[in-house]
């Protein structure tokens, strides 16, 4: 399961942005994810609990945006959605586009922090 090594590479980049905020706590990881970047929602959402384990980030959650494949036809000039990944085709034309323009993203947007003081008192 590769989503585990890819849940340990998003807890090690978030706590590496999080030490630029001395005395805050990671709450939120936002997350972009591709349709087409070869990551499963799910696997990566259960990695991620555990890559968290016993690291800054623990009991920290990840939030996922999830992102529509599309294409650039050169035919029509038109960037649009795909209908279906196994059919990468124009829907105007028709023509099969290989100029994907997006739905490959695999990147933490932003992060939600909380003051520690504030989050030991509630």
């Known amino acids: 399961m590769h989503e585990l090594s890819i849940a340990m590479g998003i807890v090690d980049g978030a706590a590496e942005t999080a030490r630029d905020y001395p005395g805050q706590r990671v709450e939120i990881v936002h997350l972009i994810l591709g349709e087409l970047s070869g990551v499963v929602k799910e696997a990566l959402m259960f990695s991620y609990e555990l890559a968290c384990a016993h690291t800054p980030l623990e009991g920290s959650r990840l939030q996922i945006e999830e992102v529509k494949a599309a294409i650039h036809c050169d035919e029509c000039g038109v960037d649009e959605e795909v ?8 829907s105007i034309c028709s023509r099969p586009s290989p100029n994907v323009v997006r739905g490959r993203e695999l990147m933490i ?12 008192v509630s």
């Not at 209908?83 to 124009?90: A, G, V």
């Not at 947007?109 to 003081?117: F, G, I, K, V």
């Open 83 to 90: 209908r279906s990944i196994q059919d990468m085709r124009c």
């Open 109 to 120: 947007e932003s992060l939600e922090l909380s003051d520690e003081y504030a989050a030991a």
